[in-house]
C-alpha cells in the first residue's frame, strides 16, 4: 500500500508516516516500476506500534531501539519495563511538583483577594507577588 493508503488505515497524516520512514520505524519496500515507497502488513503493524507507544510516553528514539530488539529477534520487554518504571517515577514527581505549584497558586490567589492594588513606588513592583506569603496561611505554615 502508498503512504495514503496506510495514512487512511491508521488515522495518521501522510506526513507522519514519511517522518517515521526517514526515521527508521518503518522500512517500506520500493515499487520497481515507480521507485515508490509500499508499506506492507508489517509495515502496518509497526505504525500501529508506534502510536500506542507513544501514547504512553515512550519517545522516537526509544521506539526504535525497542523495534530494532524486536528485529533482532531479541524480547524488548525487559527494556520496556525499566524505561517505563522510570518514566512513571519522572511523571510522579513532575505532578508532586504540579500539585504543589496549584497549592501555591490557590493561596496565593486567596491571599490576594483582601490585598490592595498598590503602585510601583521604588520599593515595590507589585505587591501582590512580593507578599503574597507573609501571612501564615499562604504557605501552609
Not at 508516516?17 to 502488513?41: C, S, V
Not at 530494532?68 to 520496556?80: E, F, G, L, T, Y
Amino acid at each position: 500500500m502508498r503512504v495514503t493508503d496506510l495514512a487512511a488505515k491508521t488515522g495518521v497524516s501522510p506526513d507522519t508516516i514519511r517522518f517515521y520512514t526517514r526515521e527508521g520505524l518503518l522500512q517500506p519496500g520500493r515499487n520497481p516500476t515507480n521507485n515508490y515507497h509500499e508499506y506492507d502488513a508489517t509495515e502496518l503493524q509497526r505504525l500501529r506500534f508506534a502510536r500506542k507507544a507513544r501514547q504512553l510516553g515512550f519517545s522516537l528514539p526509544e521506539i526504535k531501539l525497542i523495534l530494532q530488539q524486536a528485529d533482532d529477534r531479541h524480547s524488548p520487554c525487559p527494556m520496556v519495563r525499566g524505561v517505563f518504571e522510570d518514566r512513571l517515577a519522572d511523571v510522579e514527581a513532575q505532578l508532586n511538583e504540579l500539585t504543589a505549584l496549584r497549592d501555591r497558586m490557590q493561596a496565593a490567589l486567596a491571599t490576594w483577594q483582601s490585598m490592595p492594588d498598590g503602585t510601583p513606588d521604588g520599593h515595590t513592583i507589585c505587591r501582590l507577588i512580593e507578599h503574597w506569603d507573609d501571612t501564615p496561611d499562604a504557605t501552609g505554615k
